[in-house]
C-alpha cells in the first residue's frame, strides 16, 4: 500500500496570505488528487493533479486560488492563495495506484484568522 | 452526474451490538463503491470496496458491505462493534477506471458512537 505523507500537518495563517501544502508519496502512483473538509463536512474534490501539465479543477474551484502542481509521478503541492476564514480546513492528499487502491494521506489542517 | 446520500448522520450504538450504516447512490452508470473510515484528528482509511463479483464484500476491522443494485445501495455492517470503531464513516462512488480518473465522491457521512 502507498504511504502519504504531507507537509505542514497543520498551519495558522493570516488572512491574504498564502500557504503551501506537500505531499510525497514512497511510491509511484497514477493519479494524484487533493480534497477539501470543511469542518464538520464531507470532502469534496478540488483537483487532479497530473504529472508535467495542468492540474484538472472540478466545478467551485480555480487555478489562480488553488494552484497545484506535479513534477514527478511521487510528489505535489497545493497552494491556498490570498486565504480568507472561509479557507479554514483540513486538506487531503489522496493518491490512486496501479491496483485502483486509493489512499489518503493524513491532511493539513489549516486555520486562517 | 453521480451522487451519494448517507441516510444517518449520527448512530449511537452499545459496545458488542450490530451495527449498520446506510448509503444510497445514484448513478446512470455502473459505479465502484468504498468505505472508507476517519479517526478523530486522522487522514482516511480504505475499509472494503466493491469493483465487480460477489456482491457482499469484506473488509478490515471485520466490517462488510453488501452492493444491491436494484436498490442502488452499499450498506457497511458489524456484527459486534467496539468502543474504538467510534469514527466518522463515509460511503464513495467512482466511475470504472475506462471512463473516469477515478475521482470519489462521497457522501456526507455519518458518525458511529459506540457507548460502553
Known amino acids: 500500500s502507498a504511504v502519504i505523507s504531507q507537509k505542514p500537518s497543520r498551519d495558522i495563517c493570516q488572512r491574504g496570505t498564502s500557504l503551501t501544502i506537500q505531499c510525497q508519496v514512497d511510491?509511484?502512483?497514477?493519479?494524484m488528487f487533493w480534497y477539501r473538509q470543511q469542518p464538520g463536512q464531507s470532502l469534496t474534490l478540488i483537483a487532479t493533479?497530473?504529472?508535467?501539465?495542468?492540474?484538472?479543477?472540478e466545478s467551485g474551484f480555480v487555478i489562480d486560488k488553488f494552484p497545484i502542481s506535479r513534477p514527478n509521478l511521487t510528489f505535489s503541492t497545493l497552494t491556498v492563495s490570498n486565504m480568507s476564514p472561509e479557507d479554514s480546513s483540513i486538506y487531503l492528499c489522496?493518491?490512486?495506484?496501479?491496483?485502483?487502491?486509493?489512499?489518503f494521506g493524513p491532511g493539513t489542517r489549516l486555520t486562517v484568522t | 452526474a453521480q451522487s451519494v446520500t448517507q441516510l444517518d448522520s449520527q448512530v449511537p450504538v452499545f459496545e458488542e451490538a450490530p451495527v449498520e450504516l446506510r448509503c444510497n447512490y445514484s448513478?446512470?452508470?455502473?459505479?465502484?463503491l468504498f468505505w472508507y473510515v476517519q479517526y478523530p484528528n486522522q487522514g482516511l482509511q480504505l475499509l472494503l470496496k466493491?469493483?465487480?463479483?460477489?456482491?457482499l464484500v469484506k473488509g478490515i476491522n471485520g466490517f462488510e458491505a453488501e452492493f444491491n443494485k436494484s436498490q442502488t445501495s452499499f450498506h457497511l455492517r458489524k456484527p459486534s462493534v467496539h468502543i474504538s470503531d467510534t469514527a466518522e464513516y463515509f460511503c464513495?462512488?467512482?466511475?470504472?477506471?475506462?471512463?473516469?480518473?477515478?475521482?470519489?465522491?462521497f457522501g456526507q457521512g455519518t458518525t458511529l458512537q459506540v457507548k460502553p
Open positions: 489522496s493518491v490512486r495506484d496501479f491496483s485502483y487502491e486509493q489512499y
Open positions: 511510491s509511484q502512483v497514477t493519479m
Open positions: 493533479a497530473n504529472q508535467g501539465s495542468e492540474a484538472t479543477y
Open positions: 448513478s446512470s452508470v455502473s459505479v465502484y
Open positions: 466493491y469493483l465487480s463479483g460477489s456482491t
Open positions: 464513495a462512488v467512482s466511475l470504472p477506471i475506462s471512463s473516469n480518473t477515478g475521482k470519489l465522491i
